[in-house]
């Protein structure tokens, strides 16, 4: 399983909106591609800043594929990421996912 992490500086006061933004458009984007098993969005307030990382595990490269393209690190934006972002970093991380547990509901 791979872990593909993302990261998003956003002005504090846009935050909530981003915050929106992300779970309306950019959950829902995640879990239509086939072989994407979870989505998390995460966020973290740093003075005037608010920092976000869209944490999703995914059963292979291919589905990763499927969602990014053929640049598995390339990040993915949305046209209304611009009135949010400070930056546009223009990679995200993978991590290989070797070991997990969860508690049941």
């Not at 098993?37 to 973290?44: F, G, S």
């Not at 949010?84 to 996912?97: G, M, R, S, T, Y």
Request: proline share 4%.
């Amino acid at each position: 399983m791979i872990c593909r992490i993302w990261h998003g500086r956003t002005a504090k006061r846009k935050a909530d909106a981003y915050a929106l933004f992300l779970e309306q458009r950019a959950i829902p984007d995640y879990r239509a591609i086939e072989g994407d098993l979870r989505v998390e969005i995460l966020r973290r307030d740093e003075g005037d800043t608010s920092h976000f990382l869209t944490v999703t595990h995914w059963v292979s490269e291919d589905a990763v594929r499927r969602f990014a393209g053929a640049n598995l690190l390339r990040a993915k934006y949305y046209p209304e990421d611009e009135l949010f972002l400070l930056e546009f970093e223009p990679q995200v991380q993978h991590f290989a996912i070797v070991a997990t547990e969860a508690t049941p509901a």
